[in-house]
């Protein structure tokens, strides 16, 4: 096809695997980022002392060969450069105080938790019967399978999750990887089948590395990505987008605008140019995470496994942290997630430090949330960690930062959240996915708010998706 010029908003991991993409093809790629640094929620940070930090990421999904991780990294001449740990044990859980161990790998799941809840044995079998025959192996059509289920069958597979496991406990543990509420539990369908049955990855050098090399492999082909250039406005002419204004007031013109930023801002500039915006049918509640980012010295951290994500709860009604969206009010027993980076990569730190990144997802509301309510938060969560599983959090801390929704949002100019990429309804909390296209012939969305769910490989599936319907506009216009 013939080359055009194009503009990405955003250099989160969609508008990047969307530039790489677009340069395989021999288009021109500006991308544009506000932010003084790329990845967007894929970035991470650096403190003084050195330890290097992942903003959000703590696993990838995919990896495996054939997939579209795999793919990609080969596609960018990247295999030498980028390398990943697999997971071995996917998640540990204390769940009221009970440590319930998820594996990584059906068989294996299923036998681990056959033999930790040897009541539940007639349960787990059903389970797993079930999880099979809907969906498969973990191949490749579980994906599009689980997204089926998500989209059709949600409450008869909560019926079915509620009637088949009779064990609060185990069915907590199986359901707290989802990422939403009660009537949400066929999420856990697409995250047992991606996350335990086919397995999870870390990249080695911390995520922002892998960033780093996709950003450098972009230049080296002649692509260009501005940092500090934030894009404010849109000039439309004839129902498509002739420029791009920039907050010092300068033009970008291109053929074609990929947009990676916040959708419903980009629906509020639309509507504010006098065109339909585009998540008119559902309505956004902030879900966002609170980070806590901590450096440990001189602490025995041995006893958690290398690579496993920790959560760790007071209740086994998980499902209590995801009604936060429908009552705006903070859990009692938040769902908090561990993260050992230095488990699972010693170059991230210098010699005798942990890292650990605490996760908690939360409701956000920014009209009533400020930053001390946030930092009282974090000082509870604190708590919680080091009376139930990190007793070396009170003495050992050398490093310390929180990062509260205020600061996503600052930062990225949305509250993110794993969740982001769907519109959550408030009143039954169906989740719509938003069109890729706007109202707007040659702009479109790229990103986590184009596809269900935010892993890698939705955030690939969205890239390729956008290139593919700019190119079909590019070969109309042509025709025309
Ligand atoms: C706490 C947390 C944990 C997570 N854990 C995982 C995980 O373990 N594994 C996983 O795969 N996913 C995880 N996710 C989800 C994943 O991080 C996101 O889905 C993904 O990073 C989103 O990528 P994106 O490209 O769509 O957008 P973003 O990362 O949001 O990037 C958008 C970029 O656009 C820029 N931008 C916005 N507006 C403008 C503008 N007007 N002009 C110029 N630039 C602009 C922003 O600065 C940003 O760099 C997590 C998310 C969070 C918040």
């Known amino acids: 096809m013939q080359s055009s010029s194009f503009i990405i908003v ?65 596609s960018l001449g990247l295999d030498d450069q980028v390398s990943f740990e697999a997971v071995d044990i996917a998640d540990v859980m204390t769940i009221k105080g009970r440590r319930v161990e998820l594996p990584t790998g059906f068989d294996r799941l299923e036998q681990s938790l056959g033999e930790q809840f040897p009541d539940s044995g007639p349960d787990i079998h059903i389970f797993f019967q079930f999880m099979r025959a809907f969906l498969g192996e973990g191949n490749g059509d579980s994906r599009e399978k689980g997204r089926f289920m998500m989209r059709n069958y949600r409450r008869e597979f909560e019926a079915f999750c509620a009637e088949t496991i009779v064990d609060p406990v185990l069915r907590s543990a199986l359901a707290m990887r989802i990422q939403c509420d009660d009537s949400s539990l066929m999420i856990m369908a697409g995250f047992i089948t991606e996350c335990y049955a086919k397995g999870m990855v870390y990249p080695k050098g911390g995520v922002h590395k892998l960033i780093d090399a996709i950003v450098e492999r972009i230049r080296q082909v002649g692509g260009t990505v501005e940092f500090g250039a934030k894009v404010t406005d ?31 801002t980009l629906s509020r500039t639309l509507e504010a140019r006098g065109h339909p915006g585009i998540d008119d049918e559902c309505r956004r509640r902030g879900h966002s995470s609170l980070s806590i980012f901590l450096t440990l010295l001189d602490a025995d951290l041995s006893r958690f496994a ?174 025309a």
């Not at 969305?445 to 939705?458: A, K, M, N, R």
């Open 306 to 479: 290398g690579v496993a994500r920790f959560y760790l709860t007071e209740t086994d009604d998980v499902f209590e942290t995801y009604r936060v969206l429908e009552t705006g009010v903070l859990p009692e027993n938040p769902v908090i997630k561990l993260h050992f980076m230095s488990r699972i990569d010693d170059g991230l730190s210098v010699d005798g430090r942990d890292l650990i990144r605490v996760e908690v997802d939360m409701y956000h509301d920014s009209a009533v949330h400020d930053e001390d309510f946030y930092a009282d938060y974090a000082r509870q969560i604190e708590t919680i960690i080091a009376h139930d599983l990190v007793p070396e959090i009170d003495t050992h801390v050398v490093y310390r930062r929180v990062v509260t929704p205020i600061d996503y949002e600052r930062w990225f100019g949305h509250t993110g959240g794993s969740a982001t990429g769907w519109a959550h309804d408030v009143n039954n909390y169906m989740i719509h996915r938003m069109n890729q296209r706007t109202s707007i012939e040659n702009l479109f969305i790229t990103g986590q708010w184009g596809e269900h769910g935010s892993g890698l490989p939705q955030l690939i599936a969205s890239a390729d998706k956008s290139v593919t319907l700019a190119e079909q506009w590019l070969r109309k216009r042509a025709a």
């Open 234 to 264: 849109f000039i439309i002419l004839d129902a498509r987008v002739d420029s791009v204004v920039l907050a010092d007031g300068s033009v970008r013109t291109a053929d074609v605008i990929l947009y990676n930023g916040d959708a419903p």
């Open 10 to 74: 955003g250099s989160g991991m969609a508008g990047l695997v969307a530039a790489w993409r677009l340069l395989e093809r021999g288009h021109k790629v500006l991308v544009l980022e506000q932010a003084d640094r790329a990845g967007g929620y894929f970035g991470g940070f650096t403190n003084a002392a050195g330890d290097r930090f992942d903003l959000a990421v703590s696993h990838l999904l995919g990896g495996l060969p054939g997939d579209n991780l795999s793919t990609l990294i080969s």
